[in-house]
C-alpha cells in the first residue's frame, strides 16, 4: 500500500484508509467480531488509517477499535473527533468549548484504551466559540502529549484559515467524492495552500457509487440512508442512472464501479486520502484493491463525461446546517 503524508510533516498514512463508523450503528445490522476481524485484516493489508468519532455507536465504536487494535497499537495511525454531542433520542448539539475539548479526549483515550490519538478533529465547529479558542485548547492536548495532530471536519476555507494561523492543521475531513465535488471550488485549494491533507469520507458516497446498493425503500429500518434526498424518490433514480455509467466504464477498466470510484480520488492529488468505511471483510479487500487501479488520461476524461460536477441531486443530509460552506 502506497502512502501519503497528513501534511507538511504529519505521519505517513496509508493512501486509502478505513472508516469505522458503519461498525457500530447507521448503516443496519452490526456484527463485533466481523468488524474486528476487518479491522486487522486491514492492518495486515497495509491499511494503517483508522477513522473513528466519540459519537459513533455513542462510544461504542472508539471501545471497538480499542479492542481490536490492543496489540497492534504501533501498526495504526489512529484518528477521532469530538463536537458533536448527543443528548436523548436523536437530538444533537456541537460543543466546541475549551473545557469540552479537555473532557472529550479523555473520555476518548479512555473508551480506545491508548495513552494518545494520532490526529484528533473538531467534528463539527460550535458557532457560539471562536475557533480560535476551541484550536486553541486542542493544541494545549498536543503539549499535553495527548494528540499527535489535529484536524478539523467540514469547515469552510475562511474556518479554516483563522484555525491554521491559531495552530498548524494537519488535516480537513470532508465529503468529496464523485458525486460531491463542491469543495474543490474554494475549499480544497485552501487547504493545498495550507499544506492540509484532504482526508475524503464517504468517497464512495455511502454505498451509492458501489453500484449493488438496494432500493432506499428496501433498507433496513435503521439504515439512516432510507431518508437522505441523494437516496429516494426522483432523485435517487437520477443517481442510479449515473452510477449506471459509472459501471459500464468500471466494467470496461476491468474493475468495480467502487474501485472506480475510489481510484479517480486518488488521482485528485497526493493530498488526498479516502476513508472508505465498511464493515465487511469483502469491501474491506475491494476498496483497497482500488490502491492497484490506474487510470488513463482518456479513461478520466470518460468519467468526467459520464459524471460532471454537479450532476448528482439532492442534498447530502436532511438538515445542512451544519455544515460550513
Known sequence: MNKRRLGQEGPEVSAIGLGCMGMSEFYGGTDE???????????????NFLDTADMYGRGHNEEL????????RDEVVLATKFGIVRREGAERG??????YVRQAIDAS???????HVDLYYLHRRDPDVPIEETVGAMA???TAGKVGRIGLSEVSADTLRKAHATYPISALQSEYSLFTRGLEEEILPTAR?????LVAYSPISRGLLGGTLAPADELPADDFRRYLPRFAGDEGAHNEALVAEIRKIAEEIGCTAAQLSLAWLLTRGEDVIPIPGTKRLRYLEENTAAADVTLTPDQLAALEAAVPAGSVRGDRYLDMSSVER
Open 33 to 47: 467480531n466481523e468488524s474486528i476481524a476487518v479491522i486487522n485484516r486491514a492492518l495486515d493489508l497495509g491499511v
Open 94 to 99: 456541537v460543543d466546541g468549548s475549551p473545557a
Open 140 to 142: 494545549e492536548l498536543v
Open 193 to 197: 495552500e495550507l499544506d492540509i491533507a
Open 65 to 72: 477499535i480499542g479492542r481490536a487494535i490492543k496489540d497492534r
Open 109 to 115: 483515550l479512555g473508551r480506545l484504551g491508548v495513552d
